[in-house]
């Protein structure tokens, strides 16, 4: 690391220009390499035809190597008396200062054949010994002041931008409070602030990706399955400039069209692995390496809210024996469903059902046993029903289902699905009540009213049955399906 690194450079050149400015005369700074980073005031013209040749700047690097600690005079090769003073920091040197091309009224500058370097040489007027001493004095003075001013501002200036930084993901991503908007939130984030070509972002068996060429994504996919394996194994960030050439991705069809600049950075909790992120763009990353870690960490802190909240929400509407929604969720849903479906005129249909003799069992075996059975029960349930419908544990070992916009004959295809299913599968058996709503112009407390009806009579005619009813409105009354079907008959 360099003074760059350390300084603000921007208060650096201003404070130069100032010294600059205050003797008349050209400063520079020199880095660590001895290459010139900042420069202030105008060189004399012999100095700029110099610099024509290379071994006028190797002559002020092989002296400015040496200076310990102190204001150094030293002479370039063209005899013009040369300032420089170290500039310390924590103890390590980050560069020189160099006021250059001064002639004494003690010193004789090389006569040059050249004729034009002559007369540039006699443009140089010379400067007193108090001159040559209030130099030293000022140029002391800058090199003790000025990397703990620049410091300071660099610290402070760095600290403020990060804080802007975080704040601007804050904004994007506090709103999340769930798992999947969170990474697209944060990839998002990503892409804009860094202007990267794509991002992918992983964590928690989740995944967020911004690709601009889809045709592409399985290469992105070994890139990052790589890239994972690697962060595993290290728990560090990977940070390339030219990704095809690159050993870790050698040998990856198609990588050379790829962008060159690659950033991976790990997402570590408890010094567990948990995700990672990464970017690819046509721009150098590794000056964002340090701030995109800092917004990592943040990222884990909302990965773990967002995680907590998640957690006690389901917690909230979860039976927790079985793992299926619990009464409260039930009642909410339906009641939900039930307006929607009144709006578009769509049937609803409910199912209830309870397990046969279940106490005798519970007294029979214990508890125990009984809560395996209510498991069982749950587990087979969840298999037997589509995504939109909701199966939820009611109470005991009562079980409900939801089921939007399915019809009469539908639903009693899947209610003697469920039942099947257990008397296969179960220990014990079930007695189901179902109705359909077909307007679903109904409440939830009587459309489940008349599904308990259901269930009652499906218990009273034998246990291990499905009992239908349908309401086609409610102004007209429930139907029993199978006392409508026997009507007639003798």
Known sequence: MGLKDYFDSVLWQQMQDELSRLIKRPVYTLDTNGNRIFVSGEFAKLCVLLDRDSSCLSNVKKHVEIISDDVKPFYCHAGLLNLAAPVLFNHRRLGTVVIPAIRSNEDQVKDFSEQELSDAANLIESVSQDELKSYGKLLRFFVGVMPVLCSQKFKYSKKISELSFMLDFANATGNCIELHKLLGSVVDFFVKKFDLSNCSLFCLNHKARYLTNESTKNVYEIIESISNAHLKANRTPLCTSSISEDLLFQGIDGIASFPGFYLALPFVHEREL??????????????????????????????????????????????????????????????????????????????????????????????????????????????????????????????V??????????????????????????????????????????????????????????????????????????????????????????
């Not at 307006?339 to 049937?347: D, F």
Request: glycine fraction near 6%.
């Open 274 to 399: 948990i995700g990672f992120v990464c970017m690819f763009a046509e721009h150098d990353l590794r000056p964002v390496l340090e701030i995109s870690s800092v917004v990592c960490k943040k990222f884990i802190q909302s990965l773990l809210n967002v995680t907590k909240f998640s957690q006690a929400e389901k917690s909230a509407i979860t039976d927790s024996l079985t793992g299926l929604y619990n009464r409260s969720y039930f009642v909410q849903s339906l009641k939900s469903e039930l307006v929607r479906a009144q709006k578009e005129v769509k049937p609803t249909s409910l199912i209830i059902f309870d397990i046969d003799d279940f106490k005798l069992f519970n007294d029979t075996h214990g508890h125990p046993e009984g809560d395996r059975i209510l498991r069982e029960i749950a587990d087979i349930s969840r298999s037997c029903f589509g995504d939109i419908d909701t199966v939820c544990r009611y109470g005991g070992e009562e079980f």
């Open 401 to 490: 289902v939801v089921m939007p916009d399915c019809s009469p004959d539908v639903s009693l295809e899947r209610a003697e699905k469920l039942r099947k299913q257990i008397e296969l599968d179960g220990s014990l058996t079930v007695s189901i009540g179902l109705i359909t709503s077909l307007n679903s112009c109904v409440s939830a407390e009587h459309l489940l009213k008349e599904a308990d009806k259901a269930l009652y009579k499906a218990k009273r005619s034998g246990k291990n049955r499905v009992v239908k009813f349908v309401m086609v409105d409610k102004s007209l009354g429930v139907i029993d399906t199978e006392e409508a079907g026997s009507i007639g008959k003798s």
